[in-house]
C-alpha cells in the first residue's frame, strides 16, 4: 500500500481549500463532528427536513403511491382456485405476482434516477451547511442557515446532480435486475445464472461508486477543482485509502439495509431519516472526506509551499551575494575605460624623451649575458 501511495500520490492536482484561517477548520475531525452534533442539534434536524424535502417526489411515488397501485392492481383478481360449491373460478395467483413485480419494475425505471438527481440539489445545499459547521463556521439562526443552503445549491447543484445521477441509474439496473430475480423465482421456482450476474455486478458497482463518493461529494464543496481534476483526485484518494473507504461505505449502507428485517424495523429506520438520519449521513462522509483530503491534499500542498519558499529564498541569497561582485566588477571596468580613453584626434602612440633620445640597439646588445658577451 506504502508503494502505491508513492505511485499515485504526485499524481494528485494540489490546491489549497476553501477553509477558514482558524484554529477550528482543520484537524480532530471526530471531535469535531462530535461538536457539531451538541452544539447544533436544532439546525442539525432542520437541515434534516431541507435535505429530506428534495427526497419527497421519490418516497411519494416508491413508499406512498406504488403501493396503492399494487393494491388497485390485484383488487378485482382471483387468489383462489374455486369456492368449493362447485363453482369454478380462474387462480390468477401467478399473473397476479407477475404483474406486481412488473408494476414495481416500471417505478423503478421512471422515479429512482430522476428522484436522486433531484435530492442531488437538496445535497448540495445540505454539504454546504454541513462544511462550514465542520470548519467552525457560527450559523446564527434558522434563517441564516436557509442562506447557506441556498448558496451551496446555487454553486454546487451542478456537480451534486450528476454524481446522484449516475448513482441513480446503478441503482436502477440492480434494483430492477434483483426484482427480475425475485419474480423468476416466484414464478418458475429459480432464476437464471444470468439474472444472479447481472444483480451481483450491478450492487458490486453501486457499492464502488458509493466508495467513490465519499471523497468527491466533500472534494466538491471544499475545493475549487475542475470537474477532471475533481473526478482524478477522488479515484486517487478511493484506491490509496481503499480499506477505510469501504469500512465507511459499508456502515453508510448497512442502516438502510436493516429494512429488510421486517416492518417495525423498516418505519424505525424511515424515522430515523426523516429525524436526522439523511443529516448525519452526509455529516459522516463531511467529516472522513475532510480527513483524507487535509491528510493528502493539503499536507502535499503546504510541503509544495514550504519547498518552493525554501528555493526562492535561495535564490534571493544567492543573487544578493552576487550582487556586490558585479557592482566591483563594473567599477573596475569603468575606470579602466576612464583611464585608457583616448581624446578625439589624438594618436595612438606618443614616444617619451627618453625613448626618442636613446641609442638604437640591436637584440644581441639587448639579450646579452650578465658579462656583457654576446650570445
Same mark, same amino acid.
Request: proline content about 3%.
Given at each position: 500500500? #506504502? ?6 500520490? @504526485?499524481?494528485? &492536482? ?9 484554529? &477550528? ?5 471526530? /471531535? ?21 424535502? !428534495?427526497?419527497? @417526489? ?26 368449493? *360449491? ?6 390468477? &395467483?401467478?399473473?397476479? *405476482? ?5 408494476l414495481r419494475q416500471l417505478y423503478i425505471l421512471c422515479s429512482l434516477a430522476p428522484g436522486l438527481a433531484i435530492f442531488g440539489v437538496g445535497v448540495a445545499g445540505a454539504m454546504q451547511v454541513i462544511r462550514n459547521l465542520m470548519w467552525g463556521v457560527e450559523i446564527k439562526s434558522f434563517k441564516d442557515m436557509l442562506k447557506?443552503?441556498? /448558496?451551496?445549491? #446555487? ?28 419474480? /423468476? ?9 444470468? $439474472?444472479?450476474?447481472? &444483480? ?43 480499506? @477505510? ?10 442502516? @438502510?439495509?436493516?429494512?429488510? #428485517? ?9 424515522? !430515523? ?14 467529516? $472522513? ?11 502535499? $500542498?503546504? !510541503? ?14 544567492m543573487q544578493q551575494k552576487q550582487q556586490p561582485n558585479k557592482q566591483k566588477g563594473s567599477s573596475q571596468v569603468s575606470d579602466y575605460k576612464k583611464k585608457n580613453k583616448n581624446k578625439k584626434g589624438a594618436s595612438a602612440y606618443k614616444p617619451l624623451a627618453d625613448e626618442r633620445d636613446a641609442p638604437f640597439m640591436s ?13
Amino acid at each position: 500500500m #506504502a508503494k502505491l501511495t508513492q505511485l499515485l500520490a @504526485p499524481h494528485l &492536482t494540489l490546491k489549497e481549500d476553501l477553509a477558514p484561517k482558524s484554529e &477550528t477548520a482543520h484537524g480532530g475531525r471526530l /471531535r469535531r463532528m462530535n461538536s457539531v452534533i451538541k452544539e447544533n442539534t436544532g439546525r442539525v434536524f432542520s437541515l434534516n427536513i431541507l435535505a429530506i424535502l !428534495f427526497l419527497m @417526489p421519490l418516497i411519494g411515488i416508491l413508499i406512498i403511491w406504488m403501493p396503492m397501485a399494487e393494491d388497485k392492481l390485484v383488487a378485482s383478481m382471483n387468489f383462489s382456485a374455486g369456492l368449493g *360449491i362447485g363453482y369454478g373460478a380462474v387462480d390468477q &395467483t401467478l399473473e397476479g *405476482i407477475a404483474a406486481i413485480y412488473n408494476l414495481r419494475q416500471l417505478y423503478i425505471l421512471c422515479s429512482l434516477a430522476p428522484g436522486l438527481a433531484i435530492f442531488g440539489v437538496g445535497v448540495a445545499g445540505a454539504m454546504q451547511v454541513i462544511r462550514n459547521l465542520m470548519w467552525g463556521v457560527e450559523i446564527k439562526s434558522f434563517k441564516d442557515m436557509l442562506k447557506h443552503f441556498g /448558496r451551496g445549491i #446555487a454553486r454546487h447543484w451542478y456537480k451534486c446532480v450528476p454524481l446522484f445521477l449516475i448513482g441513480g441509474l446503478i441503482g436502477t439496473s440492480g434494483a430492477y435486475a434483483l426484482i427480475e430475480v425475485l419474480k /423468476r423465482i416466484a414464478l418458475y421456482g429459480s432464476a437464471g445464472a444470468g $439474472y444472479w450476474v447481472w &444483480t451481483v455486478i450491478s450492487f458490486i458497482v453501486l457499492f464502488l461508486f458509493i466508495t467513490f463518493l465519499i471523497y468527491c461529494l466533500p472534494m466538491s464543496v471544499c475545493y475549487k477543482f475542475k470537474a477532471k481534476d475533481l473526478i482524478k483526485n477522488s479515484l486517487i484518494l478511493d484506491t490509496v485509502l481503499i480499506l @477505510p473507504g469501504v469500512v465507511v461505505s459499508a456502515f453508510l449502507c448497512g442502516i @438502510p439495509l436493516i429494512m429488510l #428485517a421486517g416492518n417495525i424495523v423498516r418505519y424505525i429506520i424511515y424515522g !430515523f431519516y426523516l429525524l436526522i438520519g439523511t443529516s448525519l449521513w452526509l455529516l459522516i462522509i463531511t467529516a $472522513y472526506g475532510q480527513y483524507a483530503c487535509e491528510g493528502f491534499i493539503n499536507r502535499l $500542498y503546504e !510541503f509544495n509551499e514550504e519547498q518552493e519558499n525554501k528555493k526562492s529564498e535561495q535564490e534571493r541569497k544567492m543573487q544578493q551575494k552576487q550582487q556586490p561582485n558585479k557592482q566591483k566588477g563594473s567599477s573596475q571596468v569603468s575606470d579602466y575605460k576612464k583611464k585608457n580613453k583616448n581624446k578625439k584626434g589624438a594618436s595612438a602612440y606618443k614616444p617619451l624623451a627618453d625613448e626618442r633620445d636613446a641609442p638604437f640597439m640591436s637584440a644581441d646588445e639587448y639579450y646579452g649575458n650578465k658579462d656583457g658577451n654576446k650570445r
